[in-house]
């Protein structure tokens, strides 16, 4: 299927199934993104930005949330 004739179909759903795919698309791209954060920990990719965050902290120049 391509990107055409998934357009296509999403412009004739419902507005009901509209509000179904809205919602199954944003838990799929939250696990896509979780997934994607998981690789990057594991592999390092992550380690500069936590030592970088950590060094702010530890200086004090961070602020609570």
Do not use: C, H
């Amino acid at each position: 299927m391509t990107m055409q004739e998934i357009e296509q179909a999403i412009t004739e759903l419902s507005p009901e199934e509209l509000t179904r795919l809205r919602e199954w698309f944003d838990e799929y791209y939250a696990q896509v993104w979780d997934d994607q954060i998981e690789r990057d920990a594991a592999s390092g990719r992550l380690d500069k930005l936590i030592a970088e965050a950590d060094e702010e902290y530890n200086a004090g120049s961070s602020k609570p949330l």
